[in-house]
């Protein structure tokens, strides 16, 4: 039995972490959160030339037609680099119309998908704060959809929305709605994490496409947590070796601060939490392929440990850093905000937990 990344997948990961160490520095993810037009665009064509959003689509429509871990490997890396763009809602959207079954919608949009000509995005929440398929208020009949979504991530540059909503049989289902139908209404949300913008999207009877296979809304919800989970896991990784880099330069008493036994710990501590999550993160992506009938179980319970973990870290990374760790000038609040987003898109760790033994027939 192989627990290692193939040669292929291991190219595709030192990839995209060598293009966003030269391409996006903070410096360039400050730029994009700060607004300026046309840049958080200009990036997401850069990865699409590199095949980050096609690699799940067949390659018959342009993709790469890789598995969901190798886009989880891509994640992480965009985690790591705190890198803005609209990755989560087009990867969501994108497994939709894999799993959906509606052949035409596939050979419309995947390739354009693929190539980073249009984006797409997921708007899943709704205002009770529930994630579960069964929990959905949004509803459609006749074609039409109506229903108000929160949290809805790059609503604002999105060409596609991929809907979840109940059918006129009460049972859930997906739906593409296009952007510009005169239906859909979309206005910015006031959020932490300005690298991944959040919006209130209401449709209003607009003309929505019902993607005919319902497991997809479940496949769609679990890409979704472990993609989440990838993206913590990379966030944690780079605030513990900010703090580590950082305990051995800062110097107190003389000797770096590095050198007590309390930051010493505080350190360890991090590592030894971290390290063995990046197995649970692979085996989640890895069973969303290989092994389905365990995936959704594996999908919550990555999504509420690394959530939780993420949040820890990026909080004891703040406080080893003192007084610093706080000021909107030194790099390290992109990941504390980004740690808020994780933790609550798509649920809270709590709800999935209770998710995860309900399965597990506790």
């Known amino acids: 039995m192989d627990f290692g990344l193939s040669e292929d997948q291991l190219l595709l990961k030192d990839t995209i972490k060598r293009f966003l160490a030269e391409q996006c520095p903070t410096t360039r993810v400050r730029q994009i959160m700060e607004g300026e037009a046309g840049e958080a665009r200009r990036l997401w064509t850069q990865l699409a030339e590199l095949g980050v959003a096609g690699v799940i689509a067949p390659a018959s429509h342009g ?117 510009d139908d005169p239906g859909v209404d979309v206005q910015p949300m006031t959020v932490n994490d300005l690298t991944r913008p959040l919006d209130v999207v209401a449709f209003t009877d607009a ?33 513990l070796e900010m703090a580590c880099s950082y305990a051995l330069t800062r110097e107190q008493f003389g000797q770096p601060i590095g050198a007590f036994q309390a930051v010493k710990h505080q350190l ?63 790099d390290l609040h992109l990941w504390f905000r980004r740690a808020l987003f994780d933790r609550s898109v798509l649920g809270e760790a709590i709800y999935h937990r209770a998710r995860a033994a309900e399965l597990a027939g506790w």
């Open 268 to 330: 360890a501590n991090m590592a030894a939490d971290l390290e063995p999550s990046l197995s649970l993160v692979w085996y989640a992506a890895h069973a969303f392929d290989r092994i389905q009938d365990q995936s959704t179980r594996h999908a919550a319970l990555v999504k509420a440990h690394m959530s939780d973990l993420y949040d820890r870290v990026t909080r004891d990374s703040t406080e080893l850093h003192g007084g610093i760790g706080f000021t909107w000038e030194f």
């Open 63 to 179: 993709g790469l037609e890789r598995e969901l871990l190798d886009l989880a490997l891509v994640a992480e890396e965009l985690g790591y680099a705190a890198a803005p763009g609209p990755f989560l809602g087009c990867a969501m959207a994108t497994v939709a119309l894999n799993e959906g079954g509606d052949q035409a919608l596939q050979d419309a949009w995947l390739p354009k998908l693929a190539a980073g000509e249009a984006v797409a995005t997921i708007a899943w929440g709704e205002e009770h704060g529930e994630w579960t398929p069964s929990a959905l208020q949004a509803h459609a009949a006749g074609g039409r959809l109506t229903g108000r979504k929160l949290l809805v991530p790059s609503a604002q540059i999105a060409d596609l929305f991929v809907v979840a909503a109940r059918d006129e049989h009460g049972g859930p289902h997906l739906f593409a709605v296009e952007r």
């Open 207 to 239: 003309h929505a496409a019902r993607l005919p296979n319902a497991a997809a809304v479940q496949r769609t919800l679990d890409a979704g947590l472990i993609l989440l989970g990838a993206d913590a896991y990379g966030g944690s990784r780079r605030c």
